[in-house]
């Protein structure tokens, strides 16, 4: 009973210190300022110069779209209820007011119309307006779009985001405006993801150990859409609803110039709208950044959850995953309660702005219309103007809060694509390596200050078989990832066929050099694309081959579908770990580059299958320099030379032979060791 309690006494501390710990990392985290947003809006814009004709495009139906019920709806409306309904005839002898000059002509031909006439003609102008530009329910407005069903949190929201077309109108008009825009968000989104993928393979492996699976996959996934609302926004927002209420005044001063009153009630829309919003701006910024960076821990502990599952169950961790899993995913929802907050206030204070001037603008109109000053159909198309031209407004006074909602998102994405890439200071291409490799006093510190190598000097020839031996921590891999400048030597110098690495391009580099990590990646591709991955020609004899060398032949084509067999997250969780190990040798000797290394290639092989290897790998060394990095004598026992390090220093080098007839050899007590604890 008390192991229990003790247990959950543990959970408990453990989700305090999680909750805590992110609650520093949120404390901590430096906010966006003015200057840096508008940078990040600048670069984001920056984007429509590969896609500026669609964008226009779109812009100019959308501009269209508006303009419709501008110029068109309040007045068909004010005809009906003025010369339909109340029957009165048009007459033109006062000049049309209540009517802009561009209705002028259109009122000359109805002047002599009956009422059913002018009830007739509205009726065929409207159904061919319904074609064009859809019909306007009470809502005056008609919209084309085809959003998924979603959530109100973020990352529900991404696919509308990604893929998601609209339009102001309905018709022909808002069926080619969406097909454009939907068009269009897709084409962005593609080509800033894209590009971030790309800048993540280009990244050093000293950053891509530092970065969490979780974080980048969120960034990928959830944080480049915002780049298609600040895409639309920079621009949009301002231009039309700028140029829609200028066209609103215009059109109101034209129509009622004997009522300036109402002129007045129009102009004053937009300053109080933008004076009621405008504080809501840095409160939103900051709420957003936290709500972002809450969201991506949540998804990295499920990435963790996931990728170290039997971890968890083998150590019976179950219930503290899931208590820290949720932790996590209750501090990302508090966060995003916090947006939800702020985005409820804002909506209160423009409900308020809008019962303001409605209420204002009622009492100024019904007052005219009492005094005989405008009549009733200009009540109906004044109070829509009054309706409708709020959009505008609160699109143009709220521009600034919309984008703090989706600036932190490409803050994030454009921190992520400005972390400094694999530096290539090679200029050099090398066809084939002939002779040897040489290290020189190479030295390694790693970003951290923690020194991996100090003073290492070696040489091995093609021919050969190198082996780096010495206890766990000793330096093998960072030495090893020295020669295709995975790690760039901090002293000293490294050199192939008398070359220095740093003078040859990294892809030349590479593409003579196959690296075998520890830790085997398979692709949910087939057996076959997985092998032949690093030489996409290779012939089925060929695959068929060096998967006979790494001792994985027989077991492939026992399966039903050989080497078709598909390798997705089920088929390879039935694969054993040697398994996969020698589908990953085999792909690695498939490339025929002159320098293979195998890190630890024989750790989860039986006896028989490591000696195969171990017989085929000196085979494949007469032609290529093989370095193997292992712990089990076995297969370093017919190296041709050994390199013993420790502590990232080289105590001693040489054949196998030589180091065991040295009684003070360290291999030799290494060897001793080992057999010692093998008697045992």
Known sequence: MSTNVNAEAEVEETNKNSIRDLTIEYENLPHMGFIETLRII????????????????????????????????????????????????????????????????????????????ILIWLTASSFLLVIFFGAYSNEQRDTSEADMQQGNDTATQQDNWTHGGFSFSGGITGYYEYKMNSRLTQSVN????????????????????DQRIGDAIYRVMYDTPSINQMFY??????????????????TMISA????????????????????????????????????????????????????????????????????????????????????????????????????????IAFWVVVSKVIDGDLTPGNYGSLMFYFGWMAGPAISFATLWIHLQRFAPGMRRVFALMDLPVEEDLGHLR?????????????????????????????????????????????????????????????????????????????????????????????????????????KPEASQAEVERVSKIAGIHDFIISLPEGYETKLGSSAVSKLSVGQKQR????????????????DEPTSALDPETEQYLVSALKEASKDRLVIIIAHRLSTIANADKIIFLEDGVILEQGSPGELMRNEDSHYRNYVRLQTDLSED
């Not at 209820?81 to 259109?106: K, R, W």
């Open 42 to 117: 600048a670069r984001s814009w920056s984007f429509v110069r590969f896609f500026k004709w669609r964008f226009f495009i779109k812009w100019s139906l959308t501009l269209l779209s508006l303009m419709f019920p501008v110029l068109v709806l309040p007045w068909t409306l004010q005809i009906m209820i003025d010369h339909v309904v109340l029957g009165n005839p048009i007459d033109g002898s006062s000049g049309y007011l209540g009517f802009p000059a561009y209705m002028h002509p259109i009122l000359d031909l109805m002047q002599d119309m009956s009422a059913i006439e």
């Open 190 to 209: 593609h080509l800033i993801r894209a590009k971030l993928f790309n800048r993540i393979q280009s990244l050093p492996i000293t950053t891509l150990e």
């Open 233 to 250: 926004e920079i621009i949009n927002r301002p231009t039309l609803s700028t140029i829609l209420f200028i066209v609103a005044m215009a």
């Open 256 to 359: 009622f110039p004997h009522v300036p009153e109402v002129i007045w009630c129009a102009a004053a829309i937009f300053p109080i709208y933008i004076l009621i919003t405008g504080p809501f701006s840095s409160a939103m910024r900051k709420v957003q950044e936290k709500s972002r960076l809450s969201g991506s821990v949540t998804t990295s502990t499920i990435e963790e959850g996931m990728d170290n599952i039997l971890a968890v169950q083998s150590l019976g961790g179950d219930d503290k995953e899931r208590e820290r899993f949720g932790a996590d995913s209750k501090e990302s929802f508090k966060r995003f309660r916090f947006t939800v907050f702020v985005e409820i206030l804002l909506a209160n204070a423009q409900g308020l702005a809008g019962v303001l001037i409605l209420t």
């Open 430 to 534: 090398i066809d084939t390596i002939n002779e040897d490799i040489e290290i020189k006093g190479a030295g390694l510190v790693y970003p951290d200050g923690r020194r991996a190598l100090n003073d290492v000097s070696f040489e091995a020839k093609i021919g050969q078989i190198v082996a780096f031996v010495g206890p766990t921590g000793s330096g093998k891999t960072s030495l090893a990832y020295l020669l295709p400048r995975y790690h760039m030597a901090t002293e000293g110098e490294v050199f192939i066929d008398g070359v220095d690495v740093r003078d040859i391009k990294i892809e030349s580099l590479r593409s003579q050099i196959t690296y075998v990590f520890q830790e085997t990646q398979l692709f949910s591709l087939s057996i076959f694309d997985n092998i032949c991955f690093g």
């Open 583 to 598: 589908i990953a040798i085999a792909r690695g000797l498939l490339r025929e580059s002159k320098i293979l290394i195998l």
